[in-house]
Nanobody, 130 residues
Framework: QVQLVESGGGSVQAGGSLKLSCARS????????MAWFRQAPGKEREFVSS???????TYDDSVKGRFAISQGNAKNAVYLPMNSLKTDDTAVYYC????????????????????????WGQGTQVTVSS
């Protein structure tokens, strides 16, 4: 059974930094993409960043230049260092994964839409105060 577990959330003042981590457990055939989404109170879940199996990264405009997604050497973890945090970054952050359990295609895996990711973590709270 594939599971994702986030860590690293917390409270920080505006301008500060946090680093989120997401660890995958369970056996997969292939990692197509992993991503971070976030959901602020009263808002829809929104895309933050993704990384494809070839290392290609994608960011929402709101975090470009401040956040930097990366993956572990074994591709069983993904990280999100977050710098210059703003109060608007306050949200629950979710790790998501698009994995193949058997042979298949990863075409279009590293997308910005929630439905493109089957596996989700439980979320970690990030609170940025002014």
């Amino acid at each position: 059974q594939v599971q994702l577990v986030e860590s690293g959330g917390g409270s920080v003042q505006a301008g500060g930094s946090l680093k989120l981590s997401c660890a995958r457990s369970g056996v997969i055939f292939r990692m197509c993409a992993m991503a971070w989404f976030r959901q602020a109170p009263g808002k829809e879940r929104e895309f933050v960043s993704s990384i494809a199996e070839d290392g290609t990264t994608t960011y929402d405009d709101s975090v470009k230049g401040r956040f930097a997604i990366s993956q572990g050497n074994a591709k069983n973890a993904v990280y999100l260092p977050m710098n210059s945090l703003k109060t608007d970054d306050t949200a629950v952050y979710y790790c998501a994964g698009h994995f193949l359990l058997a042979s298949g295609s990863c075409l279009g895996a590293a997308g910005r839409e929630s439905y493109q990711y089957k596996y989700w973590g439980q979320g970690t709270q990030v609170t940025v105060s002014s």
